[in-house]
Nanobody, 114 residues
Framework: VQLVESGGGLVQPGGSLRLSCAAS????????MSWYRQAPGKERELVAA????????NYADSVKGRFTISRDNAKNTVYLQMNSLKPEDTAVYYC????????WGQGTQVTVSS
């Protein structure tokens, strides 16, 4: 089982990034997928989630209207489009898969700074 995140980096406030998480080794279409983040000295928090069929999403209040989660079950990939980024969005972002089992990716760093 692998969840491999990509797309992180350094961006200025107000900028955009698109994170991707490529899954393998399990039946991706049967799993609810989420993005979490963890900032230094803080607990890991849920950012966005999407159900297995892709029809229903959920967002943390802090990112509503700025972030969009989506998935492509044909490509075994989940995305997080992040717009209007703020310094407080700086964190390591983790991909999560949940069904009968729970899997985590290794994380990708997002830094929002001028």
């Amino acid at each position: 089982v692998q969840l491999v995140e990509s797309g992180g980096g350094l961006v200025q406030p107000g900028g955009s990034l698109r994170l991707s998480c490529a899954a393998s080794g399990f039946t991706f279409s049967s799993y609810d997928m989420s993005w979490y983040r963890q900032a230094p000295g803080k607990e890991r928090e849920l950012v966005a989630a999407i159900i297995s069929a892709g029809g229903s999403t959920n967002y943390a209040d802090s990112v509503k209207g700025r972030f969009t989660i989506s998935r492509d079950n044909a490509k075994n990939t989940v995305y997080l489009q992040m717009n209007s980024l703020k310094p407080e969005d700086t964190a390591v972002y983790y991909c999560n898969a949940k069904s009968w089992y729970v899997f985590w990716g290794q994380g990708t760093q997002v830094t929002v700074s001028s």
